[in-house]
């Protein structure tokens, strides 16, 4: 049996963004997200009621800041007392786990999905069999965000990178690579200080 898309998407494989299923999943995400990020600051059951149907898992007292952003949501779980500040993107194309007791500050980014850095590797020249497929190669990897991790004002987590628990990430640092736990990393790329 041939696998469909979200299932490439999901096992690392190159897949179509544009396939229907998963525009149907995108389209869904956003149209819960609107409706989060328009709520009332004061209707905290009414946001989690929204946060429950946008992501996959969502444990006790998680606050997330509108405005907000995530690609499918259903591939995002967030553990107890995690919180996340404005203006943050999550692009699920593969799985995002992040532990309890997280602090994610504002304008982080947390991207499960690449492309080939070379052109010649990215563009599908050839596309006369998929009319209306997505012209480009996309796969995508896992992020991983341990317990008790802070993430700086305007992080970026870039494809298959894991945070070690109590790991704090300096603000405006790109990770593009796995922290370990109870570390300070900061820059560009996010690389582990001495303390």
């Not at 096992?11 to 819960?32: I, Q, T, V």
């Given at each position: 049996?041939?696998?469909?898309?979200?299932?490439?998407?999901?096992?690392?494989?190159?897949?179509?963004?544009?396939d229907a299923e998963l525009l149907a999943l995108a389209h869904r995400a956003r149209a819960l997200v609107a409706r989060y990020n328009a709520s009332v600051s004061t209707d905290a059951a009414g946001r989690r009621a929204l946060l429950e149907q946008i992501l996959g898992e969502v444990s006790e007292e998680v606050w997330i800041e509108p405005p907000f952003f995530c690609e499918y949501g259903a591939?995002?779980?967030?553990?107890?007392?995690?919180?996340?500040?404005?203006?943050?993107?999550?692009?699920?194309?593969?799985?995002?786990?992040?532990?309890?007791?997280?602090?994610?500050?504002?304008?982080?980014?947390?991207?499960?999905?690449?492309?080939?850095?070379?052109?010649?590797?990215?563009?599908?020249?050839?596309?006369?069999?998929?009319?209306?497929?997505?012209?480009?190669?996309?796969?995508?990897?896992?992020?991983?965000?341990?317990?008790?991790?802070?993430?700086?004002?305007?992080?970026?987590?870039?494809?298959?990178?894991?945070?070690?628990?109590?790991?704090?990430?300096?603000?405006?640092?790109?990770?593009?690579?796995?922290?370990?736990?109870?570390?300070?990393?900061?820059?560009?790329?996010?690389?582990?200080?001495?303390?």
């Amino acid at each position: 049996m041939t696998p469909t898309e979200r299932e490439r998407m999901l096992a690392g494989e190159y897949y179509d963004p544009r396939d229907a299923e998963l525009l149907a999943l995108a389209h869904r995400a956003r149209a819960l997200v609107a409706r989060y990020n328009a709520s009332v600051s004061t209707d905290a059951a009414g946001r989690r009621a929204l946060l429950e149907q946008i992501l996959g898992e969502v444990s006790e007292e998680v606050w997330i800041e509108p405005p907000f952003f995530c690609e499918y949501g259903a591939h995002v779980s967030i553990g107890a007392r995690t919180f996340v500040n404005v203006n943050c993107v999550f692009l699920d194309a593969a799985p995002i786990r992040i532990g309890a007791d997280v602090l994610i500050g504002p304008g982080v980014q947390l991207l499960t999905a690449r492309h080939p850095v070379r052109a010649a590797d990215r563009i599908i020249a050839d596309r006369s069999g998929a009319p209306g497929a997505a012209p480009y190669r996309t796969d995508a990897s896992p992020i991983t965000i341990g317990a008790g991790v802070w993430l700086g004002a305007g992080v970026i987590v870039l494809p298959g990178v894991t945070i070690g628990d109590n790991t704090t990430i300096g603000a405006g640092s790109v990770v593009t690579r796995d922290i370990p736990a109870e570390a300070l990393a900061m820059g560009l790329p996010a690389r582990v200080a001495d303390r």
